[in-house]
DNA sequence: TCCATTTCTTACCAGAAAGTCAGTATATGA
DNA sequence: TCATATACTGACTTTCTGGTAAGAAATGGA
């Protein structure tokens, strides 16, 4: 594995690492889908039709070195490798449960995420 | 003002759109600063030594785009501006103090935010 | 006159993140 | 023999983010 780049991010009673472990695009909606259990690769790339397969095995990759995700694979072929949380990444998804309650409540039909603007 | 890059986000039962407004290095930084009330353009500054004048400019106007930050300036010599929370800003800080604990819990001297890795 | 203060703008640039696309391995079934 | 399915890997390119540095405006004070 190459060198990751660090994801840095400036401390703030927690909340800077926070970022540092779910920021960027994918992490919290990867994590999101993960919430009802072990999920295969294939099956999790077309839950989240947007992302590339590169990405998706890059953000996977981090989120397990960051031991939010379990990665175990079954030596089939062909290949058959499934995804689940971790306890940590289960407990990530609580505490990103009210923002995503927030979201819901007051981000609905706002420009941000398909648009753009002046 | 130029056009402002789009923040997309992956819609994903709001969690999208939500990383599409604090997502990024600053945001969910400044939004924490602007917590205890209303905060001077300088003393903001101060607050988050690491930041440039340049990107809290710009976060902040953001931010007050986005309806969460509120910008007041008062005509005088040196120019003073004070930054605060909207209600639907401290509405948000309230959904990201989960995640917040989370982080202080769990991150501890976690190598991520500090640290390159392999 | 010249400097300091404060908030903000602009131009430019480097590096990081994300995207595209082609390719690999292996057993199975046609 | 050949295509298929699955989970990846790697090279390359584009887009985005963040950083530095310089300057503008306006007034009061040395």
Redesign the interface.
């Known amino acids: ?21 779910i ?1 960027g ?2 992490k ?2 990867i994590l ?2 993960l919430s009802d259990g072990a999920v295969r690769f294939g099956a999790l790339k077309r839950r ?1 039709p ?2 590339s397969e590169k990405m998706l095995i890059q953000q996977l990759r981090e989120m397990e ?2 031991g939010l995700v379990h990665r175990e694979m079954f030596h089939q072929v062909p290949p058959r490798v499934d995804y689940s949380l971790t306890r ?1 990444g289960g ?2 998804n ?14 609905q039909g ?1 420009p ?7």
Chains 1, 2 share one sequence.
């Not at 594995?1 to 540092?20: C, E, H, S, T, W």
């Not at 941000?112 to 002046?118: G, I």
Request: negative net charge; contains cysteine; charged residues 25%.
């Open positions: 594995m190459d060198k990751v780049a660090i994801r840095k991010q400036p401390y703030n009673d927690g909340l800077g690492p926070v970022f540092g472990i920021g695009k994918w919290a909606v999101w889908e989240i947007q992302i070195a960051d940590l407990s990530l609580d505490a990103l449960t009210p923002l995503c309650e927030w979201g819901k409540q007051n981000l706002h941000v995420a398909d648009e753009t603007r002046d």
